[in-house]
């Protein structure tokens, strides 16, 4: 866990976090230089790094400011960025009626310095607008928190995703933002930057909640996989995960979960999330060397006064790379399955047994006449 590697000051927030295999090492790159992104690299060989030209980073022009060393040790590069904050009129109307987007491109982003964690690893990007005519964000803050794994487990608060030392956490926080409208949905867009021939699928699944309760969630990957044919098998690359439920409150319980749903993945050809870091690293290219997709995840849906009347949301996600963590069935879940399908086998074992018990004895009780 680096920052601000090279620079001898805050202004700025790049956060380096390197997890390093026997064969590889995987790079996560952090950013607020714009919309808050970060850069997945994964590099050949166990001594790779990462080296920054801060002036041309900090220039209009930043194309080659990141590059990695030894030259030629990248085998797959990606990015995710955090574009936009949607706000949704609630209510009963077909035609979805939205505010002016907050565009976190234009937030400026306090120093993560001094919420820096190197023992729990953890560092938090927390922004306010640039201009605020409505005054939503007077008592408002908008974060982004990070967080690094030094091995496998599950987080000991909700949503207790299952991580390994690969993966990364991010929690978006969104917390005193007065809601422009009484029912307010609230939408997160998320933008995926992928090398060219890999595409980005949506994938649902459930998980259990832990090894200690049986209770099972929905859960949603954002993978990338090589683009195959029709049919064939391709493993993904890197995923973001995440479990359909975002929490109203800072201490989460289950029953401050509220709704999450992704909506409509789509090509985003437009243009490169407008984050200097992932310009300087992808360049210009848009379509030849990469293509970038995008969703809205929104949060709230039916039940948007929750958060008119908490004020608060926080959602996680699991970036990392190849598969998303799979957690195997559960002792407890498996006892339970077992219990719930054999108690009916046993009774109807038990009550054929007792029938043909009864039918023997109803046939020795009358001894055929003679
Ligand atoms: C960083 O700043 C400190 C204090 O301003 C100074 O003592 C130190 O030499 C600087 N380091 C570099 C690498 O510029
Ligand atoms: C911010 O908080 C103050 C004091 O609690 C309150 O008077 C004010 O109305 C709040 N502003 C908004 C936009 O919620
Ligand atoms: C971590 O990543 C490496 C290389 O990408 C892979 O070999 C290893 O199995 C991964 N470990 C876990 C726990 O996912
Ligand atoms: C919000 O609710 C108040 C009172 O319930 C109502 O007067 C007002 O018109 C509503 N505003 C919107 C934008 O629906
Ligand atoms: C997006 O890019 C793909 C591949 O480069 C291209 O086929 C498609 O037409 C583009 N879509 C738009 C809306 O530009
Ligand atoms: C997210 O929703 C907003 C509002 O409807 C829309 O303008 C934007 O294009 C959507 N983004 C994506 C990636 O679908």
Redesign the pocket.
Known sequence: LRYNPGRNSSDVNVLHVR?Q?R??T?HYVWSSLGAPAVLLV?TRGSCSSLRLDWNRLLSPTPGGAIWFDPPGSVLYSAAVAFTKVYEAQGGSSLQELFYPPYDLAQFSWASIAHSLDPVALTAELKGTPGTDPAGSFANGSLAFRVTAYEG?GRDRSLPRLLH????SKVEFILAGLAPRGNSSELLLEVAAVEEVGVEQRLSSGSSSDDEYSPSVFQTLSLLAQPRAPAGAHSSALSFLHWRAAAYSSPSPRRQDGLECHPRGLQAANWTLPANSLLRAYFGEGIGTTYTVSALNISFGGQQGELYQERRYLSWSALL????P?KDLPSPLVISITALALGTPLLLLLLGSCLLLCARRKGTSDYQPIN
């Open positions: 997890a295999g064969a590889d995987l994964a496998g390994s030392a690969n993966s990392g790379f190849g598969q963590p």
